[in-house]
Nanobody, 120 residues
């Protein structure tokens, strides 16, 4: 029900920084949870960070202290600021929208993904 388009991926050296963005086709003001996932070759998709409507954020242990998720509801955009990047951060990064409140059962919405490659 909401289209998500990621941007900002690319090639960066270890220790560098990158910010990826997720632009939504409609208002995200009322979407309970927005998130970033990533999937490396041969591995399962994993949660990187999520943020609630109120701004409460959670992070995977592997990225705590290095990544910051934020949402700008006025721009219908979710960001993931990635600092101190490591080669193991290399993956396709996907934006996710969970529109569910208690009692609803909408499937999650996913973007097409943006490639982040960390290499010298």
């Amino acid at each position: 029900q909401v289209q998500l388009v990621e941007s900002g991926g690319g090639l960066v050296q270890p220790g560098g920084s990158l910010r990826v963005a997720c632009a939504a086709s409609r208002s995200i003001f009322s979407i309970p949870t927005m998130g970033w996932y990533r999937q490396a070759p041969g591995k399962q998709r994993e949660l990187v960070a999520s943020i609630t409507r109120s701004g409460s954020a959670t992070y995977a242990d592997s990225v705590k202290g290095r990544f910051t998720i934020s949402r700008d509801n006025t721009k219908n955009t979710v960001y993931l600021q990635m600092n101190s990047l490591k080669p193991e951060d290399t993956a396709v990064y996907y934006c996710n929208a969970n529109r569910n409140y208690p009692g609803t059962y909408y499937p999650p919405d996913w973007g097409q993904g943006t490639q982040v490659t960390v290499s010298s």
